[in-house]
């Protein structure tokens, strides 16, 4: 639904003169043009799915793709303690801020003694509330949980519950706000810069594919700087995902890269555990994924790495020792106990290319793709991605070099520190030891990538 915002402003001047004679007056007048910005209102649901559950009966999901304002999930709980886990992403894709007014359920007070929920940010897990913002160009991923009670004294013998779940969102009337997150939604986002100022960009690139502890990707890396910017400016915002797992079996299957860039691969054989490489964060002044900014570089303002994939044999000790993402140059990986492979190295991204030792290289904006029979773990995404070949993957590089940008500097877990006494401003990387799935400033980044935006003054 489109919505025209109409700000009048009327500035009236009147000067009345009196010096006792009446023929002797001025008459003043002031004629203001107003024009107006067409602005659009554009909140809606996306990429609903069933993410748990302790029943395989019925369940299933539908977006009503027309307006998409409304999801159908449908289950069967059998017995108390069963539960379905799904989610979605809320999106604005309009110009104007928009903030929770409501939340509200249709749960009468009898099927509440039998069903419990909770709706809550898939980032944090916090309850969604109201009076919650969700910014223009802001997608947010939410999590309900229903559950059939464990500890009801009578077995649910009405008819099926239907609950609505009602969110309803309006134009705030206005907002202090100065920190802006974004998280993965799996599809660009936005910022429209609301006054003329110094802002803080923070980016942190995803993690490689996860399978257990044994079994992890590399992580992401933290790129921040401080950058003025104009009001009605707008940045795209693309936030990494982390790559996928796969447990290879009978047939061939892909381990997918995340989103941005992440480095696929795949294996034909049985007795291997493999993942995709993690895809990058970026902050750009151009629309698309990082890759499809390689004739624009000059628009793209800060990059995070995203980190490299993992293998594992099942049953024996042989993996990849991880390429870790971001920094100036993105972690070499190689493999670990894995008879003469043991000095196996392979590049990470640079500022310049992709790194010189690898089977698959990357590029600008995108890991190498690993998809042969012998394929073991995906590369991460960077500024350039990581390269691959058989049992090793390295990191994507970060991006600092942008001309306006000041306070620059890059994290990564246990990398190679810049020393360059010509240019360090533009590739200033430091090592740390420091991880978090929470985005915090100066760490390494498990799980999907990030980006927050911070209003200085």
Not at 195 to 216: F, M, N, P
Request: hydrophobic share 30%.
């Amino acid at each position: 639904m489109n919505r025209k915002l109409k700000k009048i402003v009327l500035l009236v001047l009147i000067l009345f003169i009196s010096i006792g004679f009446a023929v002797l007056t001025a008459n003043l007048s002031l004629t203001t043009n107003l024009s107006f910005r067409e602005n659009t209102w554009d909140v809606h649901f996306e990429n609903a799915e069933v993410m748990d559950s302790s029943t395989a009966l019925n369940n299933s999901v539908t977006l009503d793709t027309n307006n998409k304002t409304s999801i159908s999930f449908e289950t069967t709980l059998a017995k108390p303690s069963d539960y379905i886990d799904f989610s979605f992403y809320v999106v604005n894709n309009g110009t104007i801020d928009a903030q929770l007014n409501s939340i509200t359920t249709t749960l009468t007070t009898e099927q509440q003694e039998y069903i419990t929920y909770n709706i809550t940010y898939d980032l944090d897990n916090t309850a969604v509330a109201n009076n919650d913002y969700l910014y223009r160009g802001q997608s947010r991923k939410i999590n309900v949980h229903f559950e059939y009670k464990y500890d009801v004294e009578n077995f649910y013998s009405g008819e099926a519950i239907s609950p609505t779940i009602t969110f309803k969102y309006i134009q705030p009337q206005s907002s202090n706000t100065t920190v802006w997150n974004y998280e993965y939604s799996g599809t660009e986002q936005y910022f429209i810069v609301p006054k003329t100022g110094t802002y803080k960009l923070e980016v942190w690139g995803s993690q490689g594919g996860v399978y257990d502890a044994s079994v992890y990707g590399g992580y992401g890396g933290y790129s921040t700087g401080k950058i003025v910017l104009n009001k009605n400016n707008v940045l795209n915002i693309v936030v990494g995902g982390q790559g996928k797992v796969l447990i290879t079996g009978d047939a061939r299957k892909d381990a997918y890269g995340g989103y941005n860039g992440g480095g696929d691969t795949s294996s034909g054989m049985n007795d291997r555990i493999v993942t995709g490489g993690g895809g990058a964060t970026h902050i750009a002044l151009e629309k698309g994924e990082l890759y499809e900014l390689e004739p624009k570089t000059d628009k793209v303002i800060i990059v995070a790495g995203g980190g490299s994939g993992a293998w594992k044999m099942i049953n024996a000790n042989y993996q990849e020792v991880l390429g870790h993402g971001g920094g100036y140059i993105g972690n070499s990986g190689k493999s670990k106990n894995f008879g003469g492979y043991n000095e196996l190295i392979v590049s990470g991204g640079t500022q310049n290319g992709p790194g010189a030792l690898g089977q698959k290289f990357g590029s600008f904006g995108k890991a190498a793709v690993n998809i042969s029979a012998s394929g073991f773990c995906g590369a991460g995404g960077g500024w350039y991605g990581g390269n691959s070949k058989t049992y090793g993957a390295g990191g994507g590089s970060g991006y600092i070099g942008y001309s306006d940008l000041t306070d620059k500097i890059m994290y990564c877990y246990d990398c190679q520190e810049s020393t360059s006494e010509d240019d360090e401003t533009n590739i200033k990387t430091r090592s740390t030891t420091n991880v978090s799935s929470t985005p915090t400033s100066n760490y390494a980044k498990m799980g999907n990538g990030f980006a927050r935006i911070t209003f200085i003054g």
